[in-house]
């Protein structure tokens, strides 16, 4: 069992950044590989960013957003830079054991956070 839980989210003009933290207890974090994904109001949840053996974004984000990890933490970190409006959503942390699935799936991911929001403003 994994628990998740992101934190960082609020509210930031456009241009401007945010970086979200998901932090994980449970069985050995090294282990899992980590996805991010959102929520935007009257849309199904998206693939953002995840990192595994590999890092991997939606061409969205490329070049604004970053994942990186910190075993020693037990924590994955999505520095987002550049924001714009239509990055507003809720974001999520998702957990999956290493080399289990597509990292850009979401029903590939077995455990999951309670999302923290993210809006920025125009």
């Known amino acids: 069992q994994v628990q998740l839980v992101e934190s960082g989210g609020g509210l930031v003009q456009a241009g401007g950044s945010l970086r979200l933290s998901c932090a994980a207890s449970?069985?050995?974090?090294?282990?899992?590989?980590i996805g991010w994904f959102r929520q935007r109001p009257g849309m199904e949840r998206e693939f953002v960013a995840a990192i595994g053996y590999n890092t991997y974004y939606v061409d969205s984000v490329k070049g604004r957003f970053t994942i990186s990890r910190d075993n020693s933490r037990n924590t994955v970190y999505l520095q987002m830079n550049s924001l714009k409006p239509e990055d507003t959503a809720v974001y999520y942390c998702a957990a999956q054991n290493l080399g289990a699935g597509d990292l850009r799936a979401a029903g590939a991911y077995k455990y999951w956070g309670q999302g923290t929001q993210v809006t920025v403003s125009s």
């Open positions: 449970g069985r050995t974090f090294s282990n899992y590989a």
